[in-house]
Each structure stands twice: as structure tokens, then as C-alpha cells.
């Protein structure tokens, strides 16, 4: 069965400062697809970045980058130079071939001035 | 382009009630999904439609049903609403396959009295 674990509750920051958010997965397929989302307070779920089980390169979207590490079955969120509109529930998630998303519980990043 | 659109945006029920939450989506896809999601449990799937006329249980299907009416649209029903079942609901879609975004509607807030 698929699972996703993401252990951080909160992280803080501050602006301009990177921060790593940790996602680790469990599943016996070779095929997923990993995801995060952001959920700031106003509820929306905003699609970040996307990363494929048989990507070689690990995946960017402007300040969004994920960091892959296939043997260790983690998916970690960067986010570089923090702002305060970076505020929010992030959420890690997967899928497999004809599957829906399966998440995490979510880390919430707080970015102070 | 209104993407996924979820009707109401929050509602109240006592305990008992009945109500249908609507989903459309314009944006051609053959998969769509209903989540909860509840505080500190991420996102939870209750059902989903891998195509016009099916529907499969999710992780959470108890209490629930769901219509796929057509390929844009794809409801949820709660025939007798109980407490634990306030929470709020997000209905998504997707194209079919690994790593095809899923994309959010706004959400449903439901308070169940």
C-alpha cells in the first residue's frame, strides 16, 4: 500500500532563507509520480511541482525545487529565498497508475521578517 | 477557463439532513476525485470516477455517495449527515494517468450540528 509520511508539523523561517520540508513515500511500484501542493489560509490547493519516479534530474518550478533521493524514498520541498506570502500548509503527495493522489499530513511553514 | 467549480461553498446541517455536493469541471478530463479533509489528517479520498460511469471507493467511502453524471460532472451525497461528517470537502479532476496534476475546486465547508 501506498504511504506518505511527512514528519514536520511546523518549520519556521525567515525571509530570504531557504527551507527544506521532508516527504518520505512507501510503495512497491517502480511507476509514481510524487507531488506537493500549498495550501495557504484562504483553503485553495495550488499545485507546486511534480516529480516522476523515473525522472533523472530532480525537478525545479522557480524558487520550488524537489530533491529526490529514490533509495531513500524521500521527496523533499525546497523553497529558496523564503517570502512572506510563502506562508501556508504544504502538502506532499502520490500517485501510482490508475490511482487517485494519496497525501501527507502536511507541514505548516510559517516565514517571518 | 473557471476550471473545477464546487457548489455551496459552505453549508450547515443538523444531523439527519440529506444535501448532494455539486463538482463540474471544464477542462476535459476523464478522472475526478472527492476528498476531506480534516484537521491534521491531510487530505483523505472518499470516491472517484476513473472515467464517465465508474466509481470506485476511496478511503473514506462510508457514509457517502457519489454520481458521475456526465464527464464534467460528479457529485457527492450524504443521504443522513452525522457529526463526523463536518469537515471540508474538495472535489478534483485530472487527466488519466501517473503524472497528470490534479486540480482543486475551491472546497466545501460543512458543519454537520
Known amino acids: 500500500a501506498q504511504k506518505i509520511t511527512q514528519t514536520q508539523p511546523g518549520m519556521f523561517v525567515q525571509e530570504k532563507e531557504a527551507v527544506t520540508l521532508d516527504c518520505t513515500y512507501d510503495?512497491?511500484?517502480?511507476?509514481?509520480?510524487l507531488f506537493w501542493y500549498k495550501q495557504p489560509s484562504s483553503g485553495e490547493m495550488i499545485f507546486l511541482i511534480y516529480?516522476?519516479?523515473?525522472?533523472?534530474q530532480n525537478a525545479t518550478e522557480g524558487r520550488y525545487s524537489l530533491n529526490f533521493q529514490k533509495a531513500r524514498k524521500s521527496a523533499n520541498l525546497v523553497i529558496s529565498a523564503s517570502q512572506l506570502g510563502d506562508s501556508a500548509m504544504y502538502f506532499c503527495?502520490?500517485?501510482?497508475?490508475?490511482?487517485?493522489?494519496?497525501f501527507g499530513k502536511g507541514t505548516t511553514l510559517s516565514v517571518s521578517s | 477557463n473557471a476550471g473545477v467549480t464546487q457548489t455551496p461553498k459552505f453549508q450547515v446541517l443538523k444531523t439527519g439532513q440529506s444535501m448532494t455536493l455539486q463538482c463540474a469541471q471544464d477542462?476535459?478530463?476523464?478522472?475526478m476525485y472527492w476528498y476531506r479533509q480534516d484537521p491534521g489528517m491531510g487530505l483523505r479520498l472518499i470516491y472517484y470516477?476513473?472515467?464517465?460511469?465508474?466509481?470506485d471507493k476511496g478511503e473514506v467511502p462510508n457514509g457517502y455517495n457519489v454520481s458521475r453524471l456526465n464527464k464534467r460532472e460528479f457529485s457527492l451525497r450524504l443521504e443522513s449527515a452525522a457529526p463526523s461528517q463536518t469537515s471540508v470537502y474538495f472535489c478534483?479532476?485530472?487527466?488519466?494517468?501517473?503524472?497528470?496534476?490534479?486540480?482543486f475546486g475551491p472546497g466545501t465547508r460543512l458543519l454537520v450540528l
Open positions: 503527495a502520490m500517485n501510482q497508475a490508475g490511482t487517485a493522489l494519496i
Open positions: 470516477s476513473a472515467s464517465e460511469g465508474t466509481t
Open positions: 478534483a479532476s485530472s487527466a488519466t494517468g501517473v503524472g497528470e496534476t490534479q486540480y
Open positions: 477542462m476535459n478530463h476523464n478522472s
Open positions: 516529480q516522476g519516479s523515473y525522472d533523472e
Open positions: 510503495t512497491s511500484d517502480q511507476s509514481y509520480g
